[in-house]
């Protein structure tokens, strides 16, 4: 079975800095994708970005990026220029597919707090 | 707009009832799916769906149970069974595709006392 371990319960940042929320994950799998959601207070789950695991680039979205280590089967986020919006609980997830299910993974989650 | 909607949004019982929690989904997706959310322990899968008429459990599916009668509806109800009933939860839905992500709805806060 695969299991996703977000070592950091609780992490705070200031306002404009950088921070890297850490992940982990095991697996058998060569194939399969990994996904950062964000879950502000109002609880919504919003996708933040998402990696494959057959492309050695890192993903970039505006000012979310990750560092993909696959032998090291390690996926974690940097947020640059942290902003008073990107407080939330962050959870790293991992998927992969099995014919049209989709079973998705996800870790317990770090609270991010942004501090003005 | 396509979306998920979940209604109520908080739902208090008393203990020893069932309830239903309402998932509806207007994304035309196949699969659905149901997550419980605790403090410190992410999300977890307690039942899914990948077709109409045909689901399975998850990790955690022991006290819960659900129908699939239509594409666009997948309810959730919690049994008297379930020992510890009051959590968040949350649907979600997957388009199927290779490497698809899940949508999620905005979620139902469920109080048991």
């Known amino acids: 079975a695969q299991t996703v371990t977000q070592s950091q319960p609780e992490m705070s940042v200031q306002e404009a800095e950088t921070v890297t929320l850490s992940c982990t994950y095991d697996t058998s799998e060569n194939n399969y994708y990994l996904f950062w959601y964000k879950q502000p207070p109002s609880r919504q789950m919003i996708l933040v970005i998402r990696?494959?695991?057959?492309?050695?680039q890192n993903a970039t979205e505006n000012r979310f990026s990750v560092n993909f280590q696959k032998a090291a089967k390690s996926f974690s986020l940097k947020i640059s220029d942290s902003q008073l919006g990107d407080t939330a609980m962050y959870f790293c997830a991992f998927m992969k597919h099995r014919g049209s299910n989709n079973d998705m993974r996800f870790g317990a989650g770090t609270r991010l707090t942004v501090k003005p | 707009d396509g979306g998920i909607t979940q209604s109520p949004k908080y739902l208090f019982r008393k203990e020893g009832q069932n309830v239903t929690l309402s998932c509806e989904q207007n994304l035309n997706h196949d699969a659905m799916y149901w997550y419980r959310q605790d403090p410190g322990q992410g999300l977890r899968l307690i039942y899914y769906s990948q077709i109409v008429n045909d689901f399975q459990k998850g990790d955690i599916a022991e006290g819960y149970s659900v129908s699939r009668e239509k594409k666009e509806s997948f309810p959730l109800t919690v049994t008297s069974a379930q020992k510890n009933p009051t959590a968040f939860y949350l649907c979600a839905t997957n388009p199927g595709y290779l490497g698809g992500e899940q949508y999620f709805g905005p979620g139902t806060r469920l109080t048991v006392t």
């Open positions: 990696q494959e695991a057959y492309k050695q």
